[in-house]
């Protein structure tokens, strides 16, 4: 937004994930393997939120807070609890919301997916409000809210203390959209037999062996030299994605937001469980997660000039083939 929404804090948790040896320093060994690109990417041991492993944030009782949510993590993909506090969602991918509530109190976000809560602070002075880390079998508490001052009757509203303004964003014309496919196949347990790199068809143990490549879009490992499209400023595309692997991606588009087509949508992912409701209330976004053998088709209007990259989020499984840009042409 332009101005300033008018809070009593604004406050950003960057999650990260590191894999550490045990004499805490970097396990530089185990970077650029295939083996890790091929199935989930590389998973770190240590989570730390703004590079702190117990972050420890100042807040006070009755004040209203704006939370934004960053997962800045290779791959892995993490839900976040703030110990029963009544949240609301405003903004998705940096984009405003209509607001709505957090629901069971989690939210999931995948590597570069981003996420604003809005809340009144209703703990006592004196109190922590545990920030946990709730994707496994056990809650790993990562960090604190610390409720300094303030009154011990503070109670929580009946809908979120702020809205933000939205952005003006065109819609696309979904009647006239340019339609793109874009088929994902490799991984780990369904091995790609072959795949353009570079130019040249090589096999999938070459592929892999040799150039570190386990993914491929429509056929093609890595970066190729020309674009999955070209479209002209102010034109709709209509992007469809087949994940055909069974790893999770969070694929991402860059220099533009768009709207995921619920009815052209198979879907796996337990929405109880993130941070999209409903149907009705689909986000602007810039990285949607697809699940194991999903379909999602995405639709924007090109309206931001240049070469912009698509890829897969999980950084291993970029590195390791899923890469590809489009042209917008002024």
Known sequence: ETDPVPVDRDLVIMADDWRLQEDGLLHEESFGNVGERAHGGRL???????????????????????????????????????????AWVVAIDGQPVE?????????????????????????????????????????LVAGYLQVETGADDVKAPDKSPFELPANDIPAPDLESAKVVDLHMTGGAMRFMEQAMFTGRMLDGRTLAQEHGQAWAFNGIAGTASE????????????????????????????GHHFLEIPGNTSRKIDYSTSIVPTE????????VLMDRDEAVEIAFVADNPGAWLLHCHMLEHSAGGMITWFEVED
């Not at 607001?99 to 999931?108: E, H, I, T």
């Open 44 to 86: 770190g041991n240590v989570l730390t939120l703004n590079a702190k492993p117990y972050e420890r944030l100042t807040v006070n009782a009755g004040e209203v807070v704006r939370l934004r949510l960053i997962n800045a993590a290779n791959a892995r993909i993490m839900r976040f609890s703030l110990g029963g506090v009544a």
């Open 227 to 254: 674009p999955l499209f070209k479209i002209k400023r102010g034109e709709s595309v209509r992007i469809r994605m087949n994940n055909d692997s069974l790893w999770p991606h969070a694929m991402h588009v860059h």
């Open 99 to 139: 607001s709505f509530p957090l629901g069971d109190g989690a939210v999931r976000l995948a590597p570069a997916q981003r996420v604003d809560l809005a809340f009144v602070v209703t703990s006592a002075a004196g109190t922590e409000i545990a920030i946990s880390e709730v994707s496994g079998e056990q809650p």
């Open 280 to 287: 009705s209330l689909a986000p602007w976004r810039d990285t």
